[in-house]
């Protein structure tokens, strides 16, 4: 049975304290991940302070940077053992995690070591009151020990793009990768070792979040700074420990987006879109377009469009060809999102298609396998419009007015993204200004530059992470006058 062990001062190291790891695909258990407790919090926490203070923290920004793209490098010569892995963890479809998850984890080594090499800091030359001058320039010096606390949804792609930026700054990182997702991380730990980042700079911690690692760490008082992707709630726990010592908090959380399609969108586009935004990763990302607001003189005819897409998705393993609907992460995770299906029809809603789980081979039958789901008829009041479920599904509601779909749009204490479809140019840059939220898509969805700045309005979140946003965060600003 495959064991995930801690990887703590360059060692991997096991507890006496395992879980069971499964796979969403058949509910098989497929390897032990063994739990940190507090004397392995303690011992990560002090090998990074080491870290900093020794060889990594001593390194130019020519050979850290350097490092960094040769771990890039290696995620790439070990593209395959990656994608098995993260395939396993999430059974997620192999098109997905080889088109986007893996590829992102190497690239966001790459991009971030590039941006740290070229970003400027400012510098100010001024007459001082005696009539001399000075100059002052910002020097930029590593945040310190950073705790990457992730989810399971794209964990290598999540995890990197904290990591990334982190160490390309000079940090040390110990991260703490979802309980359900335990493999990329320690894979990775196996990269870093073959590379030579020196020990304690990255580390893993396995456990659960309340009471075990995801606290212990978080609560640490020597951990400088917490930067997290997830639930809202936990988000607010997180934030809560971090109070303690006030020390930075840089958070991604969760969404109930809008999608807005207008009447005059390249229609056949506006569903490709949506299908994608709606039911991709079986839903779980936390971009996804959970509300779907439609001008009235396309309303029936989209519905009927995005019908056919949901019923034209396969639904199965990540090796079966064609295969676009993985299952959802765990058993926990399904009954949460069947509740959700089971309270719209409670509240009231129209079943376009789906509403349940389909029936599967005998073989992946104890799968974590839920329909796509697509309704329509619920008052903006339902707990289905008001909620992120984060499975495969939306609601799709009619509107006239531009000022109407804003309107709908914004209602919601969540502000992380929204897609919106439309050819009149001013209907997208008035959309853009008005809708409150992190990330605004024109006739697109969950399309990425790396080098802009990502991140929640709202609920949503705490800060931007990319590009030279990251560098707010995993650096400290230092100004120096000096007065000539
Ligand atoms: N990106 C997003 O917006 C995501 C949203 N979700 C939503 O959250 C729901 C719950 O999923 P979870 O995986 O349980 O998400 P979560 O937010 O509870 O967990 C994410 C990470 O935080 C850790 N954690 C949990 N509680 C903690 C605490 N008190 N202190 C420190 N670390 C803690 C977990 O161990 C995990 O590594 C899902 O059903 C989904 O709706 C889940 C994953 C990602
Ligand atoms: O950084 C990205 O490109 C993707 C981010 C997606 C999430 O944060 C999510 O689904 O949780």
């Not at 507090?38 to 920004?61: C, F, N, Q, T, Y």
């Not at 053992?81 to 396993?88: C, N």
């Not at 990775?188 to 396995?206: D, F, R, S």
């Not at 376009?352 to 039958?365: F, K, S």
Request: net charge negative.
């Amino acid at each position: 049975m495959k064991q995930f062990l801690n990887f703590i001062n360059g060692e991997f190291v096991a507890t006496g304290k395992t879980f069971d790891k499964r796979t969403p695909v058949d509910n098989r258990v497929i390897g032990q991940v063994h739990e940190a407790g507090m004397a392995e919090v303690d011992a990560a926490v002090a090998a990074a302070h080491a870290a900093m203070k020794g060889e990594w923290g001593r390194l130019s920004v020519v050979r850290r940077t350097e490092l960094l793209h040769a771990v890039a490098d290696e995620i790439n010569r070990r593209f395959d053992e990656f994608l098995a892995a993260e395939l396993a963890d999430t059974g997620k479809p192999h098109s997905l995690a080889s088109h986007i998850d893996i590829p992102r984890g190497a690239a966001n080594f790459k991009v971030f070591a590039d941006i740290v090499k070229n970003v400027p800091t400012e510098s100010f030359t001024m007459t001082t009151p005696d009539g001399g001058t000075a100059v002052s320039y910002a020097l930029r010096t590593p945040l310190g020990v950073v705790a990457v606390v992730c989810p399971w949804n794209l964990p290598l792609l999540l995890m990197t793009w904290k990591v990334g930026p982190a160490l390309a700054c000079g940090n040390a990182v110990i991260v703490k990768p979802s309980e359900e997702t335990p493999a990329t991380a320690t894979l990775l730990a196996e990269v870093m070792n073959t590379v030579g980042i020196p020990k304690g700079v990255y580390q893993v911690l396995h456990g659960f979040g309340p009471g075990s690692a995801g606290e212990f760490l978080t609560r640490h008082p020597d951990v400088d700074g917490i930067t997290f992707t997830g639930e809202t709630r936990t988000g607010e726990a997180i934030m809560a420990a971090a109070a303690k010592g006030v020390r930075p908090v840089s958070f991604e959380l969760g969404g109930k987006n809008a999608g807005i399609v207008f009447a005059d969108a390249d229609i056949d586009k506006a569903v490709a879109g949506i299908t994608r935004s709606a039911f991709e990763n079986c839903g779980q990302v936390c971009l996804g377009t959970e509300r779907v607001y439609v001008q009235r003189p396309i309303f029936d005819t989209f519905v009927q469009a995005l019908k056919a897409k949901a019923e034209a998705l396969v639904i199965g393993p990540p090796d079966q060809p064609g295969v676009g609907l993985g299952p959802l992460i765990s058993a926990e995770h399904k009954r949460k999102v069947m509740d959700y299906y089971a309270l719209a029809v409670a509240e009231g809603a129209t079943v376009v298609t789906g509403g349940g789980a389909p029936a599967m081979p005998a073989a992946l039958a104890d799968g974590h396998w839920v329909q796509p789901t697509i309704w329509t008829g619920l008052p903006e009041s339902a707990r289905v419009i008001r909620e992120e479920i984060f499975g495969p599904c939306c609601h799709i509601a009619p509107f006239d007015t531009e000022a109407e779909a804003i309107a709908l749009a914004n209602a919601t204490d969540y502000g992380l993204a929204t897609t919106v479809w439309t050819q009149d140019l001013g209907t997208a840059h008035r959309m853009a200004a008005a809708i409150e939220v992190g990330l605004c898509w024109i006739n697109s969805w969950f399309l990425r530059d790396l080098r802009t700045a990502f991140g929640g309005a709202k609920a949503s979140g705490i800060g931007r992470e990319g590009g030279v946003h990251s560098l707010e965060f995993y650096t400290e600003l230092r100004n120096v006058m000096i007065k000539l």
